[in-house]
């Protein structure tokens, strides 16, 4: 591909978003990614299904070479560059960023609106060929005469969709900029790359923690295969899911020193106790070629792996000063720039032994063991490579995202809020403990257990050549609407209809809000394509979902998954505006109702699931105008209700985006002609 593609430049800002499995991220024109988006670190965001469960923070990475002489015939002793959004257009030369989809997606309507419309941009083409459902191609050149050729494989089936495959190749094309010249034909030696990968695990976490979490400062690293050459060649499958050896580094959030709880986890103290941050997070190797010639996996690679403090690392200022560029080669080389780093499991190291009382406890704050602001980094080296004009060798990493489910979450965050002091709580081996503590970080450190799991599947994927079992294509088309006695559900057949192994279609089912647990209300055989909703509410928000799903026949092996029915993923169909019951408009003003009056937010789990602050007014005209008025007369929200229904919805928020406070409020109904209604209502808040 480096050989004959047409190299064109491509803006620094530049950004593919891969969005149909429970991982989700967006990948960078120029070979690595910053997670800040000028609001929150975004990005690595799993379960993808709710807000905030983002992960990323910075992953920065470096470019070394030895005994370099360059296209203006200076010589070099070392020779180093920083693959970051400062450097493009200067160092380095992004000229290939796009993401080719096996299939298209389908529409998704909800009462005529079209969810989905604007992620069709992510894709620039479409190829039934190709071994994932995603696929991201990104190139760059580099002052240095080496291509870096990144391809990113994303899948969603459900057993592969929380990882992504990242294919690494570095060719010595002699290309120092955007154009198709060749400015050098001779030898790169030494070539050592690497990077330092910092996490948050995860936004929403740091809101329940500390701020420092989000920018990952109280991140705790650890790392495992340290005999992976004496198991390179053993099978993982299905009786052996999750292995120690498998080359890998990851992390959690850590213990914030100053928060006066232990918030391993992240638990909502001040609402359900919900775990917050049960992320584990991190990135296992697949294979390193032993070199240019020899393409089989190197077993004592990579050169380095371990910890690294986040912000200590060498400056390269303007790429014209050759002491930096040593600090970097050396640093690639691993040796902790400042110190400030080891290839030891920096958590075993800090905390103990695991599984002992003070490992569970987990109660150092990871950054004061080596006081970088910027936390800790996952730091992995390669290298070194020497490769002729026209070599090169690739490096293949899964990064993935694993942890307790919500349910669990919810569940274990729940009783160790409400703890007495006096339970006995049931460990994930089976044991008890009275401490709800290590109650709760137990159950946590299993996420160290799923991850192991993830990155054996990814090793397993890899290995077979892609050869996982396909999922199902969704359903071409999906549309909700909103009706008066039910809730209308229709779609268009699947394009994987015609394959022998498939069953039919699976309708999820949410209430109150999108970023939930969903139900299965529905199974419809081949050759149904429409379902009616009749167990819906009035007054309630309904979201769906449907998946294609197959009887399993052609996934009976256990290679690379466990056996039995595959979905489609949900993210293709999942809607995210509500439904509703739509009742007849009112016929008299008279008939007008404020639900529930008076408002009781302590009542909230009695009134409208999942919405605790929804207030309805029902039976209103289906066109009219609906002013609220705090007691004394101050207009606090203006509503313009045209949906020709009776049912009209309001979240108790201000034009001014304020929550109402307690006190009496009057709403004022106006008809296009005039006729005007007025109810008064009472919130306690």
């Known amino acids: ?40 670190y975004e990005g690595m965001k799993w379960p993808a299904d709710y807000s905030y469960q983002d992960n990323a923070v910075i992953k920065r990475a470096w470019i070394g070479i030895d005994d370099f002489t360059d296209a203006k015939g200076k010589y070099w002793e070392k020779y180093a560059t920083y693959l970051t959004a400062d450097y493009v257009g ?59 050729s990144r391809t990113v494989y994303a899948f969603s089936q ?75 060649n053993d099978v993982i499958n299905e009786n052996n899911p999750i292995v120690n050896w498998i080359r890998c580094g990851f992390g959690w959030a850590g213990q914030y020193g100053g928060s006066g709880f232990n918030n391993i986890g992240g638990p909502a103290r001040t609402k359900d106790g919900r775990l917050t941050a049960i992320q584990h997070v991190g990135s296992a190797i697949l294979h390193v070629d032993k070199s240019s010639t020899d393409k089989s996996d190197d077993p004592n690679q990579p050169v380095t792996l371990g910890w690294h403090a986040g912000d200590t690392y060498p400056k390269l200022g303007n790429l014209h000063d050759v002491a930096p560029m040593i600090q970097v080669y050396d640093m690639l080389s691993g040796n902790a720039y400042g110190g400030l780093g080891g290839t030891d499991r920096f958590d075993e190291t800090n905390l103990g032994t695991p599984g002992s009382d003070a490992y569970l406890l987990n109660t150092l704050d990871p950054y004061t063991v080596h006081n970088d602001g910027g936390g800790t980094n996952i730091w992995v080296n390669y290298g070194p490579f020497d490769l002729a004009h026209g070599e090169s060798v690739t490096i293949v990493e899964a990064e993935g995202v694993a942890g307790l489910n919500r349910e669990m979450a919810e569940l274990i965050g729940a009783k160790w809020l409400n703890s007495t002091g006096s339970e006995t709580f049931n460990l994930p081996d089976g044991s008890t403990t009275t401490n709800k503590d290590i109650y709760k970080n137990s159950w946590v450190f299993t996420g160290k257990d799923s991850l192991l799991q993830t990155f054996g599947r990814a090793k397993r994927n890899y290995d077979s050549g892609f050869g996982i079992p396909t999922a199902p294509q969704p359903p071409t088309f999906f549309e909700v609407k909103s009706q008066g006695d039910k809730i209308n559900l229709t779609w268009l057949a699947s394009e994987s209809e015609s394959e022998s192994n498939f069953k039919g279609y699976r309708i999820f089912r949410a209430i109150g809000k999108s970023d939930t647990t969903y139900q299965e209300i529905h199974f419809a055989p081949l050759g149904e394509y429409e379902y009616n909703d009749t167990s819906a ?118 034009s001014s985006r304020q929550v109402v406070t307690s006190g009496v409020y009057i709403a004022v109904f106006t008809t296009p002609e005039g006729e005007k209604a007025i109810r008064k209502f009472v919130i306690i808040r």
């Open 1 to 40: 591909m480096v050989a004959t593609q047409l190299f064109s430049q491509v803006q620094s800002s530049d950004r593919r978003y891969v969005r149909i499995g429970s991982l989700q991220s967006h990948f960078s024109s120029y070979g690595s990614e910053r997670a800040w988006n000028s609001s929150y």
């Open 90 to 148: 200067e160092g380095i030369y992004p000229v290939v960023l796009n993401q080719t989809a096996k299939f298209k997606p389908p529409t998704v309507l909800v009462d005529g609106n079209s969810l989905y419309d604007l992620y069709l941009n992510d894709i620039d083409d479409y190829d039934a060929t190709i071994p994932s459902d995603r696929v991201i191609t990104n190139v760059v050149n580099t002052h240095m005469g080496l291509t870096v």
């Open 158 to 232: 459900q057993y592969h969709d929380n990882y992504f495959i990242k294919v690494f190749t570095y060719t010595n094309t002699g290309n120092v900029d955007y154009d198709d010249e060749i400015e050098l034909t001779t030898p790169i030696k030494g070539l050592r790359v690497g990077w330092g990968t910092r996490y948050s695990a995860s936004w929403e976490g740091a809101m329940n923690i500390d701020g420092a979490t989000a920018y990952g400062q109280h991140f705790c690293v650890t790392k495992r295969g340290e005999d992976y050459p004496l198991h390179q």
């Open 537 to 654: 509410a009035r007054g309630f928000s309904y979201y769906y979902y449907i998946v294609s799903v197959t009887d399993g026949s052609k996934n009976s092996s256990g290679d690379t998954n466990p056996t039995g029915e595959l979905m489609s993923s949900r993210f293709y169909t999942k809607t995210t505006q509500a439904a509703f019951l739509r009742r007849k408009p009112g016929e008299k003003l008279s008939e007008i109702r404020v639900v529930p009056n008076p408002f009781n937010i302590r009542a909230n789990k009695l009134q409208y699931t999942s919405e605790p602050d929804k207030i309805m007014f029902l039976d209103v005209p289906g066109y009219c105008t609906i002013k609220i008025y705090t007691e004394r007369g101050d207009l606090i929200k203006e509503i313009n209700h045209d949906n020709g229904s009776g049912d009209e919805t309001w979240n108790s928020v201000t």
